[in-house]
């Protein structure tokens, strides 16, 4: 029946659109043996080449392509087996090969508490990855120690191993950890999306606690001024293509 | 497979005093045997980060060529010092924490302690509270199953049970979400009741889950009651006698598996167990496959429950009125000074509840949760300990394991249902 | 769970088969619990588990409690379950704090064997094999050892961990939360 409509529409005594799959399929044949000419061949190039930077294809390619390391401790565990799962499916975003061994994994999704028995073997684990490769520390107990503020949980798992992205909750929802592995490939593609500092104009107020005198020394207002800039800057020359800050 | 316990060196015997020395070949080396190269054994690290174990759960293995000939469980590494923890915080803000302990029966985690509360403020729980805990608890018990099933499957090569598993599982915390906010760590028994009544529309979409439950498990056991490879790799691997098991504390579906009809359901009813109708199912050899029959039989057992939960909800209160441990409505605190005082006190300082102890066993998909608290008048508890069923169920790990391959430890790993946040607490 | 005379009743047969074992007895919230001397603890536990009539044959839980500041410090306590009638009994081992003793209140903390005095107990797991994790859990926390034991080492902190987490003198821990809203007028508030 649908043939019939498509009849309806187009009658086969017209030309085919060019958007018709057979017909982009002989034209890039000719584009490649070098037969078309002129205006077809900007045409042909317009519709079917794009240019980019190495590092770009690169980037698109390790983003959307992650291989997450099977690595639960705690119950964010549960919620990360169910983002692989068929309704989060993480397979959507190509990162449904976990692969066992830290050796063969890019990304290790610390889904739980960090005790404190188990910091060095995690080190151990993100040491043995190979470059590039990343980290999600997935939860309120590895991001900052959650809700155990006590002598057996690490408070933060940044604080033995570098972390990039945090993703909150307690447990995070599946779509919580899919919206950070989504900013993790950003990240990964060259476009950080800079979130709510950008959206609350809060660059400039990253903190640290100072050392003795309390006084921000001029390393640090130095920084400060040249990370507003830098904010300035990349907000002007954004495209409203990659403005982010959606999931 | 062996029949009885291997010998451990330490032991004495009864009649001549002699220690033991243990047939295994560590043992043996220990007390000084010069074992031949072909004896010698290659002792292996499982863990604590290993895609099968479930969780971060080491083992040290001693293998002869493929055959396990010691095994040494290492625990800790998801040590939460919750009960510490617990120390320091109000009986209201104890039951988040104890929640996160054996992460995938929360709904137990916290009947266990709020049972244990109770007991000691002497609290009467309202029918449709009881009601309604029984049947989180049960859809709880469906979750954790499930869940189990499908990791367990997953161990064993049966990836597909895996999403089909974990798509029924994500409808239980649809519901859930629905009920209580949250997915999963919901937070939702309280001291005296729970904390909110179900919503329009609950009911509606538990029955349709409900019809649709049995069916479902119907397909689960047509891929692997009788799947050839789930046989061969289950039946037969991982027995340990009865008493052995009763010796060694196990309790939960591998004790109901090895014929003995234990259920704290059944012998001790506690919340309202004793209005529904449901049966204990109990396997014969004890074997994996027997567990794996017990446990999904255990799932289609709570869907009656469920059902019945759901069919003969009583009408009425969904927490206790003791305005000394409850929190009063939130459309009175603008009317009643009172209530607006018990607010006040019962979010800051939290109830007192007078000194005592008392220990209440509850049965979690795994075995005997109990909770044992301390109470020394005071808002905080001076103790709560919570005796988990995993960390019991574990010792038999070795026993089971002894003498058999090192696939099917892997099953019989699968198949003890360790969660190790219950462990490690 | 025995009654509160049952209870009574097994206390005096206790003491009747093991002198001096049974301390105390108490019975609340329905639970009965029979406060013991912890050198008698073997005696009584296969006392209880042997004697025909009592037969409690299933340890569903043992575990430490630390009572200071009350004298004795802490509580080894035993669950134990009759499964045929259903009745459960706890038992308390009061065992007291030796290193709190004043003798040498300077001799510097070190782990256990190196100076420290440890309260000791003697391991039931000739009777309940299943009482070998929890007894390690006891040690590691509490700092009880079970003489007998054929594994005493830690068994949910690190092996070289000092200290004894669950003792009500031990500080909880973790750190200071550094809320950043405050952090230029306020720098490092915490200490």
């Known amino acids: 029946m649908k043939r019939e409509k498509l009849r309806a529409h187009a009658p086969l005594e017209e030309p085919p659109a060019p958007t018709d799959l057979r017909v982009r399929q002989l034209r890039a044949r000719d584009l490649l043996r070098g037969d078309l000419e002129g205006p077809e ?6 519709e079917s080449v794009l240019t980019t930077t190495m590092h770009k294809a690169v980037g698109w390619g390790r983003a959307n392509s992650i291989f997450p390391a099977t690595f639960g401790l705690a119950c964010c565990a549960i919620e990360m087996m169910s983002i692989v799962g068929p309704r989060y499916d993480i397979a959507r975003f190509g990162a449904e090969n976990l692969r066992a061994s830290p050796r063969q994994a890019d990304l290790l999704i610390l889904s739980g508490r ?12 993100y040491d043995q990855m190979l470059e590039p490769k990343w980290a999600i520390s997935m939860g309120a107990c590895s991001s900052s120690g959650g809700m155990f503020a006590n002598y057996a949980v690490v408070q933060g798992a940044d604080k033995f191993m570098p972390v990039d992205i945090h993703v909150p909750g307690c ?20 476009n950080p999306d800079p979130g709510w500092r950008r959206r609350y104009n809060a660059y400039g107020t990253e903190e640290w606690a100072r050392e003795a005198t309390g006084e921000a020394t001029p390393e640090e207002i130095e920084a400060y001024a040249a990370a507003r800039e830098r904010a300035a800057s990349h907000e002007a020359s954004r495209s409203v293509a990659t403005r982010g800050g959606r999931g | ?18 220690e033991v020395i243990g047939t295994s070949p560590i043992e043996r080396t220990a007390a000084g045997e010069t074992l031949g190269p072909e004896q010698e054994l290659f002792t292996i690290n499982f863990g604590p980060h290993h895609p099968a174990t479930h969780g971060v759960l080491r083992l040290l293995v001693s293998l002869e060529g493929e055959v396990v000939r010691d095994l040494k469980p290492v625990v800790g590494y998801v040590h939460t010092g919750i009960e510490k923890s617990c120390e320091d915080k109000s009986y209201w803000k104890v039951i988040p924490f104890v929640e996160r302990m054996d992460y995938l029966s929360y709904f137990f985690n916290m009947e266990a302690f709020v049972g244990c509360v109770e007991r000691l403020l002497e609290l009467e729980v309202p029918p449709r509270a009881s009601y309604l805990r029984v049947l989180h608890m049960e859809l709880n018990r469906i979750h954790s199953h499930l869940v189990w099933l499908g990791t367990s499957a997953l161990d064993l090569g049966a990836m597909s049970m895996f999403f ?53 498990l119907d397909q689960y056991e047509a891929i692997l009651n009788r799947n050839e490879i789930f046989l061969e790799r289950t039946r037969n691997v991982g027995v340990v006698s009865r008493e052995r098991l009763l010796d060694l504390g196990v309790t939960g579906p591998l004790l109901r598996a090895a014929g003995e009809p234990w259920d704290l359901r059944k012998v001790t009813p506690y919340e309202s167990y004793a209005d529904f109708d449901f049966n204990i199912p109990v396997g014969t050899v004890g074997d994996g496959y027997d567990r794996y029959r017990v446990r999904v039989q255990e799932m289609r057992e709570s869907v009656r429950i469920v059902e019945q939960a759901i069919e003969g909800l009583p009408e009425g209160p969904w927490i206790a009125d003791d305005r000394k441990v409850v929190l009063p409505p939130r459309d009175e605190l603008s009317t009643s000074m009172e209530a607006l005082i018990h607010h006040f006190k019962l979010v800051t300082e939290g109830f007192r509840v007078p000194p005592g102890e008392a220990y209440f066993p509850i049965e979690s998909p795994r075995g005997e949760l109990g909770c044992f608290t301390v109470a020394d008048g005071s808002a905080k508890p001076v103790r709560v300990h919570i005796r988990d069923p995993s960390f019991v169920n574990l010792q038999s790990l070795r026993d089971q394991c002894i003498g058999g391959y090192i696939a099917d430890l892997i099953q019989n790993l699968a198949m003890l249902d360790p969660i190790l946040g219950g462990i490690d607490r | 769970m025995p009654d509160a005379p049952g209870l009574e009743l097994i206390a005096q047969e206790l003491n009747g088969a093991a002198e001096g074992s ?25 006392w209880l588990r042997d004697t ?25 306590v035993y669950e134990l379950l009759n499964m045929p009638r259903a009745e459960r009994l706890r038992l308390r081992a009061a065992l007291a704090d030796p290193g709190a003793s004043a003798s040498e209140p300077d001799r510097p903390r070190t782990r256990s064997g190196g100076g420290e005095r440890l309260p000791e107990i003697d391991s039931c797991v000739s009777l309940f094999a299943g009482a070998e994790f929890p007894e390690r859990e ?46 230029p007028e306020m720098p490092r508030w915490f200490e």
């Open chain 1, 114 to 125: 960090v005790a404190v028995k188990m910091a060095p073997v995690i080190r151990r684990l």
């Open chain 2, 164 to 216: 089909y598993c974990f798509r029924d599982r994500d409808r239980i915390l649809d519901l859930f979400e629905m009920s209580t906010g949250q997915r999963m760590h919901t937070r939702y028994f309280q001291v005296g009741g729970v904390f909110e009544d179900i919503p329009l529309g609950f009911a509606h979409n538990l029955k349709a889950f409900l019809a649709e439950m049995p069916t479902r």
């Open chain 1, 41 to 46: 061949l900007e045409q042909q190039v317009e």
């Open chain 3, 138 to 183: 006891v040690y590691d926390f509490f700092g009880i050892v079970f003489r007998g034991h054929p594994d005493m080492r830690r068994i949910l902190m690190p092996e070289e961990y000092v200290g004894w987490p669950q003792r009500r003198d031990f500080p909880v821990g973790g750190e200071p939360v550094i809320f950043t809203r405050n952090e």
């Open chain 3, 52 to 76: 025909p009539g009592q037969e409690y044959h299933f340890l569903s839980s043992l575990h430490g409690v630390d009572y200071l500041p009350a004298e004795p410090r802490f509580g080894v």
């Open chain 1, 171 to 190: 447990p995070p929802r599946p779509e919580a950890l899919i919206y950070g592995i989504n900013k993790l490939q950003r990240m990964i593609l060259g």
């Open chain 2, 1 to 18: 497979m062996h029949e009885s316990a291997p010998a451990h060196g330490g032991d004495v015997l009864a009649e001549t005093g002699e």
């Open chain 3, 22 to 46: 049974v301390l105390g007895t108490y019975h609340e919230h329905g639970q009965g619990c029979l406060i013991v001397n912890p050198e008698r603890i073997l005696d009584v536990l296969s």
